[in-house]
């Protein structure tokens, strides 16, 4: 194949970017699938959209994850938001296959399976709270529950998965709602860096006093486990440990609530697929498929950088600068799946990319698939009557270049 340079200057993605994606990579796509752009932070990347090029980037050994191989070797990051990259979405092997061996057991599917009657029951009583007008089970429905109407993401999408890996790791609960507040600048693309540094500040002072109360309570949770690896040889340093439990929380909660509330978007928004479904509930697995290929909870995966310069669909991108592989635009490439921008349940959507691919594939895919299936078939049984509260159009979309989730979602329970 011939090698070309960009053939045009690198685009930058705005409001427009935000609020509508998968329209922006749709063009890419067609015209320049490996190009070249400034992002919402104002950072020149390189974007991969097409769905052969994004499978192959993702398992390409070429393309590093690990950003201190491109500083200084004297380059020491503030601590205070150092911890928030030490992780091993940042990691190479061997380092990186070190990391996700310390967890990986604990996501397996037999183990994720162990969960189920714990994440029903946690999914009924924030259904319960939500039937009820906002009280209880850590959700709120707020304001206009009196109407029938809640925001659906405070009051059940967010607290659901966030209960669960909270529940998972060991972490009390009481302090989630800053967390999220905490999370959210963290992964938005308008934060000021002060805003970034005090959040990433808060989160290092929170899990400090996290870990020494665990050091002084130790439980049968994955915190006091990753402790105990910690404690008793050389398996993990302690930013290492910090920021395993920054990665596991946030990846916990940021994703899934995105798989629920715009699922759920997509789901009232096809009336004939959502009829679908709740005429036959079996369908739900296979659905929990199509509505991650279709509602893609992250953009593009996380930064990779090229060491080397490295060809990439004909086009050579330059040493050192940041590649996005777009994995929301792969699942929407018409040479990979037909009609791709209709949502069809029953359509085999398996060879997604929403999870990745290669050695960085989501370790938790098995607890949010499973966490979809209960949330979406849940909520369906509960509410025959839910819909939208508001006009489609009206819907903001969070300032985010990774995170592909709303703001809020106004339904009404019926
Ligand atoms: C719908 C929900 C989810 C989606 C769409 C999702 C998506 C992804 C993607 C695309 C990656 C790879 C990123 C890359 O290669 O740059 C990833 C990695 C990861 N995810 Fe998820 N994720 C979800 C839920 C979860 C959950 C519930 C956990 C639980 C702890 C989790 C933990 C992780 C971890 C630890 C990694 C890093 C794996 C590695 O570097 O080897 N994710 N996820």
């Not at 991969?48 to 994004?54: A, L, N, Q």
């Not at 996700?100 to 259904?127: D, N, Y």
């Not at 949770?221 to 910690?230: E, F, K, N, P």
Request: glycine residues 8%.
């Amino acid at each position: 194949m011939t090698e070309t340079t960009a053939p045009f200057e690198p685009q930058p993605l705005g409001d427009r970017y935000f609020q509508d994606p998968l329209r922006v990579f749709a063009r890419m796509r067609e015209q320049s699938p490996v190009t070249s752009v400034i992002t919402p932070e104002g950072q020149r990347a390189w974007l991969i959209t097409r769905y052969e090029d994004v499978r192959k980037a993702l398992a390409d050994p070429r393309l590093s994850k690990d950003w201190r191989k491109l500083r200084s070797p004297g380059f020491v990051p503030d601590p205070s938001v150092g911890f928030l990259m030490a992780h091993m979405l940042n990691a190479d092997p061997p380092d990186h296959t070190r990391l996700r061996r310390l967890v990986q057991k604990a996501f397996t599917p037999g183990r994720v399976a162990a969960l189920r009657p714990r994440i029903e029951a946690i999914t009924a009583s924030l259904l319960d709270a939500m039937a009820g007008g906002g009280s209880g089970g850590g959700g709120e429905a707020g304001d206009d529950a009196r109407d029938g109407v809640v925001d659906l993401i405070t009051a059940f999408a967010f607290p659901l998965p966030m209960t669960v890996i909270c529940e998972l790791l060991g972490i009390p609960d009481g302090d989630r709602e800053e967390f999220k507040t905490w999370s959210q600048v963290i992964l938005s693309s308008t934060a000021t860096f002060d805003e970034y540094r005090a959040a990433g500040g808060a989160m290092y002072a929170y899990f400090t006093r996290l870990l020494a109360d665990k050091r002084a309570a130790p439980a049968d949770d994955l915190l006091s486990a990753l402790i105990t690896a910690r404690d008793s040889g050389d398996s993990l340093d302690e930013p290492e440990l910090l920021a395993m439990i920054f990665l596991l929380l946030v990846a916990g909660h940021e994703t899934t609530v995105n798989l629920i509330a715009t699922g759920t978007l997509a789901l009232l928004t096809h009336p004939p697929e959502l009829s679908r479904l709740r005429a036959d509930p079996s369908l739900l697995p296979g659905a929990v498929e199509e509505l991650l290929r279709y509602a893609n909870p992250l953009n593009h995966a996380t930064d990779r950088y090229a060491p080397e310069p490295i060809e990439v669909g004909g086009v050579m991108i330059p040493a050192g600068e940041p590649v996005l592989v777009v994995t929301s635009s792969a699942n929407r490439d018409p040479a990979r799946f037909p009609d791709p921008d209709r949502l069809d349940l029953g359509r085999d959507a398996s060879g997604h990319v929403a999870f990745g691919h290669g050695i960085h594939y989501c370790v938790g895919a098995p607890l949010a698939r499973l966490e979809g299936e209960i949330a979406f078939g849940a909520l369906l049984a509960r509410f025959p009557g839910l819909s939208l509260a508001v006009d489609p159009a009206a819907l903001r979309w969070r300032p985010s270049s990774l995170i592909h989730g709303l703001q809020t979602l106004p339904v009404r329970l019926g």
